[in-house]
């Protein structure tokens, strides 16, 4: 079995940094794409940042030039460096990996719990 841990969510002041981790554990043979998405309520989940096996990055307009997507594979995590916050980045974040388990013969998408980031003076 598959678990996406996150940690490091928590309250900051605008202006603030805040870094998030997430860590894939259990039967994974191969991990392609990781990512973040973030989601209010009342609206859909969505893509802030993501981050291929090979460290190729994708960003949505709203991270670009304040986020930082990057992973570690020899320790299945992924990270999310947020800097210059933003009240309208407080959300719920999600941690997101594609990944192949042993003796399963598709890879599929995997989420995290979520964390909630609260921008706010």
């Known amino acids: 079995q598959v678990q996406l841990v996150e940690s490091g969510g928590g309250l900051v002041q605008p202006g603030g940094s805040l870094r998030l981790s997430c860590a894939a554990s259990g039967s994974i043979f191969s991990i392609n794409a990781m990512g973040w998405y973030r989601q209010t309520p009342g609206s859909q989940r969505e893509l802030v940042a993501a981050i291929s096996s090979g460290g190729s990055t994708n960003y949505a307009d709203r991270a670009n030039g304040r986020f930082t997507v990057s992973r570690d594979n020899a320790k299945n995590t992924v990270y999310l460096q947020m800097n210059s916050l933003k009240p309208e980045d407080t959300a719920v974040y999600y941690c997101?990996?594609?990944?192949?388990?042993?003796?399963?013969?598709?890879?599929?998408?995997?989420w995290g719990q979520g964390t909630q980031v609260t921008v706010s003076s």
């Open positions: 997101n990996a594609n990944l192949k388990e042993y003796f399963i013969s598709r890879a599929r998408d995997y």
